[in-house]
Each structure stands twice: as C-alpha cells, then as structure tokens.
C-alpha cells in the first residue's frame, strides 16, 4: 500500500488549498478594484511605432501575479529565484527535485506549502486522474504520423464536455464565484494532462508496447516517468522539467493565449488548447529541437572528442557567417545566463558529465558568449532554458524531437491554469486592445506631414 492510500482517511475532503486560495483572493480583491478606481488615469508607460509594429514586445499591459521574468535574477515565481524554489519546495523522499503539485501550490497561494499540504494535494489529483475513454478514443483516431501537438491539443479540447465552469455559470452563480468551478477544471486538467502526453508518446513512438495506467504510489513527475517507461532519475527529469518551464510572465505567445481565451469566459478547456497551439509555433516552443539538430550536426561533424577551442569558435563564426543564429542563445528580456539552464546544466554535472553531446554543451558555453560579443548584434549572449534542454531529453532516450514541446506543455499549464483561476477571482474584463491603421501610425509619427511638405 502507496504512502498516499495510507494516508487518505486523513485527506477524505480536498479543501485546504481551496480554502487557503480563498483567503488570498478575498485579500487580494480590494487591491485590484483600488487601482482602478483611485488610481485608473494614472500613466505608467509609454508606447512607442517601433512596439506598436514589432508585436508589441515591451508594452506594460498585463498582470500577471504568478511570475515575473527580471533580466538579471531570471524567473521568479511568486517573488522567488528558481534556486529557491528549488531550494524550498518539499520534495519526495530520496529525490533530488521538488514535487510539481508544490508549485502549483506556490503559484496559486505565493506559500511554500508544507510536506503535508503537497501530500494532500497529491491525493486529490490522484483522485482527478481518471480520464474518460472517448479522450483514449480521440488520440487513437489519429494518424501515426501525426504532430504529437496536434493530438494533444485535441485531446484536451475533447476534456471540454466535462467542465464543471460551464455547468455552473449556466446555472447562474455570481460572477465572484466564477474562480470556485475554474479551480476544479483547472486542477482536474493538470492532473490529467500528464497522463494524455505519456499515452500520446506511447502510440507515436512505443507502439505495442501497450497503455500503462497510473500509478496511484506516485507524484505527478514519478508518475510521468513511469507511464513513459523510465527508469530513475527520469523521475526527477520530469519535475525539473515541468517546474522550469511552468511559467515566464503573461506575455509570451502560449501564456497570453490562455489567458485571452479565458477572459471571454471559455473554459480551461479551450484555453488550454489554444495554448497548446500557439506553444507548437517554431518561434516559440520549438526552440529546443533547433537546438538539439545544430548539436548534433556538429558532433556529426567532428566525432564525439569535442574539438580544440579555436576550432569551436571558428565554427560558431562561420553559422553567423551564413546569416544564421546560434540556437539556444540570447534571450529577449534577459541579460544574463538562464537560471533554467544553470539548473539542467548542474544535473546534468552531476548524472552524465561524461556524454559526449553535454560535452559540447558544456565547451560551447566557454565559446559562443565571446563570439556574440565580439559579433556585436545580440544584447544577451548567453544561454538560454532551450541550450540545455533538449540534451537532457536525448540522455535518458526521448529522442522524438516533435515531443519535447508536449513535455514543454505540461509544464507551461500549471502556470496558464494558476493565471486563469485568479483572472477569474480577480474578475478580470475580456481582453480588447485597440488596434490602428499603418496610415494612422504613418500619421501619428509624423510621416504624412513631411510627404505633404515635400
């Protein structure tokens, strides 16, 4: 018997997190409408043409309480470093990460939960795993040559019928209790969405090997591994995995797609496989396979001896040469190295110092910066989360490169789910910035005018 089952005559009614969440959004609610009424003429930024044509990189616009990307100190969330996060969160017993249900708790609350909080919590998304048969039905429908996204965003998008959101408000409930249903769609499609990328990836690159079900023993990172097929520490590859990439701001293409959605009022569902799809963008999530096809085009080219620094350097040189970027460097907010590739390079120090591929990584690391610097056109010339992660992938024998981005998914929900309850709570308008023309912005800058002169 798992230490979860003995422990749920203890845990029979899910409501701490709950009620805790609550507590901080009653708290929270006067802080919102305050700035808006006091407070709403205030100026706080300025937008300049060049934002207004360049995707609107920049613009102050969204809140987001869940994380913070700073340029120097990398993500935080909830006002904490990724080492401290790290550092703080429970974890299993004889584990190296922290328990994945312990983000969602600190994403949702902004506490470090205690080991008995997390126990709980894990329970209840035990409880939440099981997955209708129509949804194994969708992802069997489709072709073996599919894109693992594709599936899984229809996967999700198939989960839409069971969302206690659309039942509720049909009902009628006030709008300040929108927040109560999200959280159960929201909780209830994390602890399912693990369970959907492991069969996905069973059926695309395992076939024959047959559905593993659950392990009801297991966290959500242990559990994952399990129903890949994984050995230990895979298990902790899938913690580290989802809780790097669980969130980076509300402005990020996969982000803000959720939250859009949602600020019409559809539900988690949607959202989420809305997110899904702005994630399998190649200027978004994809960026870790373009990382790993450079990687391994140089080791093609050289063998698995990593070459002498001069060489390196001359290699990085002739892809910039080529009009080419160096995959898995640069960043657009950051200035320095990428606490979320210092994390996977330190595990990956300390479980295979020895592979070949991480070689290169790690040689790389000593010569790209230099180069970009002396090249002169990146404002960051460090590594970023995708220079590292896919090596870490390849390692332990997840080598589809398509399928590195559904584990890049799963992570990002738990922080797009987190954001969507609170938008909720905080009851938060739809979405509607206003657009122009490019005459009216030729206008506005003062291009007309000068024609006209001219």
């Given at each position: 018997m798992s230490n979860f089952e003995m422990k749920k005559p203890k845990y029979q009614t899910m409501s701490t997190l709950k009620n805790?969440?609550?507590e901080k959004i009653l708290a929270h609610r006067p802080r919102t409408k305050r700035l808006a009424k006091e407070y709403g003429d205030v100026v706080i930024d300025q937008v300049h043409a060049r934002q207004v044509?360049?995707?609107m990189r920049g613009i102050k616009c969204l809140i987001s309480d869940i994380s913070y990307l700073d340029p120097y100190e990398g993500i935080r969330y909830r006002g904490y470093t990724l080492p401290e996060?790290?550092?703080l969160l429970p974890k299993p017993e004889g584990a190296e990460m922290p328990y994945v249900e312990g983000l969602y708790w600190l994403l949702l609350t902004g506490?470090?939960?205690?080991?008995?909080?997390?126990?709980?919590?894990i329970l209840d998304m035990n409880n939440r795993r099981i997955i209708p048969k129509y949804v194994w039905d969708v992802i069997d429908s489709f072709p073996s040559e599919s894109h693992p996204m594709a599936i899984l965003s229809a996967a999700v998008m198939s989960l839409e019928r069971e969302s206690l959101f659309n039942i509720k408000y049909r009902q009628g409930v006030p709008k300040t209790e929108y927040w109560r249903s999200t959280f159960e769609d929201a909780t209830n499609l994390l602890a399912k969405i693990p369970l959907i990328g492991a069969y996905i990836y069973n059926k695309l690159y395992q076939p024959g090997k047959g559905h593993r079900f659950p392990d009801p023993s297991l966290d959500m990172g242990a559990n994952f591994a399990y129903m890949m097929g994984k050995d230990k520490p895979y298990d902790d590859v899938s913690r580290m995995y989802f809780i790097i990439h669980a969130d980076h701001e509300a402005g990020n293409v996969s982000a803000h797609t959720g939250h859009l959605i949602a600020s019409s009022l559809s539900d988690v569902y949607y959202a989420v496989s809305g997110m899904i799809n702005g994630l399998a963008g190649p200027l978004h999530g994809l960026a870790n396979q373009e990382v790993l096809r450079w990687l391994l085009k140089l080791k093609e080219k050289y063998g698995n001896q990593v070459p002498p620094k001069d060489v390196l350097r001359q290699y990085v040189w002739d892809t910039l040469n080529a009009g080419q970027v160096i995959p898995g460097y640069g960043h657009a907010v950051l200035r320095r190295t990428d606490p979320r590739y210092t994390v996977q390079r330190e595990f990956s120090l300390k479980h295979f110092p020895d592979d070949p591929l991480f070689q290169y990584v790690s040689a790389l690391y000593e010569v790209v910066p230099e180069?970009?610097?002396?090249?002169?056109?990146?404002?960051?010339?460090?590594p970023n989360v995708d220079a590292q992660s896919g090596v870490v992938q390849w390692y332990y024998g997840v080598r589809e490169y398509d399928f590195y981005t559904v584990l890049f998914a799963i992570g990002r929900s738990i922080g797009v789910l987190s954001n969507i309850i609170w938008d909720r709570a905080l009851m938060y308008p739809i979405e509607r910035p206003k657009s122009i023309t490019t005459d009216m912005?030729?206008?506005m800058v003062g291009i007309k005018k000068v024609e006209e002169q001219v």
């Open positions: 805790k969440l609550e044509v360049g995707g996060v790290f550092e506490e470090i939960p205690t080991r008995d909080e997390v126990e709980e919590l180069v970009l610097k002396e090249h002169g056109k990146a404002k960051n010339p460090w912005l030729e206008e």
